[in-house]
């Protein structure tokens, strides 16, 4: 009998989520001008300690692989490492997102003892100035200070994770020793139209041309990189880049919030997408299981305007929030299309408004300004949801 391909199996859903991006509070002592869930400000409805540890009994049941940790930034939540602690004594992986902001030595040391906890520090420039000019003054500092700290603990492989920018994209180099100083690994994703990400992403989204140099960079250099399905839509330039290769909104993965909403895509923070509330009935499970828009996207899809093009099979029509958040339908092209297609869709789009990220946690009540200079760019998929995973295992 032939065992259908991995990616056949999970376009229609397993009976559990892989893993989950899980946001335990919308509090940040930042405000990067990306951040893609207009983090900030505490929300005063988010899920106890109590709740946090229902939602940890449940995922145990369900047998997650592993929970995807973030925020705003997790680490201020006053009950964030006895959650950790509560999730890996109860045989659920933890990797979390950090700033950096509260790695200090002891609790480096902690992290490096652990064989479940992941940790993944944010770092959007190889310079002070490139990430400074989007995560904020000293932001560069307290990332550098985090991997020290992680490095002199002990912690081999930690990760630093980059949002691929038009700023940073001639830094890959940098970055990549960057990581290979303090023996961490690199992780590169995309940057969406999300949360304030929709304010700046004319501005900072790679070009055309930078977006064909970073798949070159991957495909040459990027062997123990890790990209997991945020570059699926350059797959149409040639051979497919290492990862799940498929949007697996709803079907292997989806995003808890602070208030215990799930939504189907972390990327995708809007009505639109939200499936339920670990607060109702049956919890989480039930959720995932029975809501309706998740029974939606795992039933076969159609390639719409795509389907006749000769890269689909390739790029399955790229990453549904970045189609969403700049008001291209869900079967049309990704606004990032490397045929070209998306900004044509886009032009045709005229003056059209794209749909609005839902809740605004941010510091500020106006649009965040991007305070990069203007000069030329320089020249030169959250890792795959099933590293480590097989199937039967």
């Given at each position: 009998m032939?065992?259908?391909?991995?990616?056949?199996?999970?376009?229609?859903?397993?009976?559990?989520?892989?893993?989950?991006?899980?946001?335990?509070?919308y509090a940040c002592n930042l405000s990067c001008v990306h951040c893609l869930s207009s983090s900030g400000r505490r929300d005063p409805r988010e899920l106890s300690t109590a709740e946090c540890k229902?939602?940890?009994?449940?995922?145990?049941?369900?047998?997650?692989?592993?929970?995807?940790?973030?925020?705003?930034?997790p680490t201020v939540r006053p009950d964030f490492w006895e959650?950790?602690?509560?999730?890996?004594?109860?045989?659920?992986?933890?990797?979390?997102?950090?700033?950096?902001?509260?790695?200090?030595?002891?609790?480096?040391?902690?992290?490096?003892?652990?064989?479940?906890?992941?940790?993944?520090?944010?770092?959007?420039?190889?310079?002070?100035?490139?990430?400074?000019?989007?995560?904020?003054?000293?932001?560069?500092?307290?990332?550098?200070?985090?991997?020290?700290?992680?490095?002199?603990?002990?912690?081999?492989?930690?990760?630093?994770?980059?949002?691929?920018t038009r700023q940073n994209m001639g830094q890959l180099d940098?970055?990549?020793?960057?990581?290979?100083?303090?023996?961490?690994?690199?992780?590169?994703?995309?940057?969406?139209?999300s949360g304030r990400g929709a304010d700046v992403w004319d501005e900072l989204h790679p070009t055309a041309a930078q977006q064909r140099?970073?798949?070159?960079?991957?495909?040459?250099?990027?062997?123990?990189?890790?990209?997991?399905?945020?570059?699926?839509?350059l797959a149409a330039y040639g051979d497919p880049l290492p990862g799940l290769n498929l949007c697996g909104a709803g079907r292997v993965v989806c995003l808890i919030d602070p208030v215990g909403d799930v939504y189907a895509c972390p990327f995708a923070i809007h009505d639109s997408f939200l499936a339920g509330n670990v607060r109702g009935p049956g919890g989480f499970a039930t959720v995932w299981r029975e809501s309706e828009l998740f029974t939606d996207l795992r039933r076969p899809q159609t390639g719409g305007a795509c389907q006749s093009c000769s890269a689909y099979d390739s790029c399955r029509g790229g990453c549904m929030a970045a189609k969403f958040f700049t008001g291209l339908p869900l079967d049309g092209p990704d606004p990032e299309c490397v045929k070209g297609h998306g900004e044509h869709a886009l032009a045709?789009?005229?003056?059209?408004?794209a749909p609005r990220p839902s809740g605004d946690h941010s510091h500020r009540t106006q649009p965040v300004p991007v305070t990069i200079s203007r000069r030329p760019p320089?020249?030169?998929?959250?890792?795959?949801?099933?590293?480590?995973?097989r199937p039967g295992g």
């Open positions: 032939t065992v259908p391909a991995l990616v056949e199996q999970f376009q229609y859903g397993l009976d559990a989520p892989i893993c989950l991006t899980w946001e335990l509070t229902a939602v940890i009994d449940e995922l145990e049941r369900m047998q997650v692989f592993y929970v995807n940790i973030g925020g705003g930034e959650l950790v602690d509560y999730a890996t004594a109860h045989h659920v992986g933890v990797k979390f997102s950090t700033n950096g902001i509260k790695i200090i030595p002891d609790r480096a040391r902690q992290l490096a003892g652990s064989d479940y906890v992941d940790v993944q520090i944010s770092l959007d420039g190889a310079t002070a100035e490139v990430n400074d000019a989007v995560r904020g003054p000293g932001s560069y500092a307290t990332a550098l200070r985090a991997m020290e700290n992680l490095a002199a603990a002990g912690f081999r492989g930690f990760k630093i994770s980059v949002v691929i940098e970055f990549k020793a960057i990581a290979d100083r303090f023996g961490a690994q690199l992780r590169l994703t995309r940057l969406r139209p140099q970073l798949y070159d960079w991957l495909a040459a250099r990027g062997e123990q990189v890790l990209t997991g399905d945020s570059f699926f839509h045709a789009m005229g003056s059209t408004a320089e020249s030169a998929c959250n890792e795959s949801p099933l590293a480590g995973f």
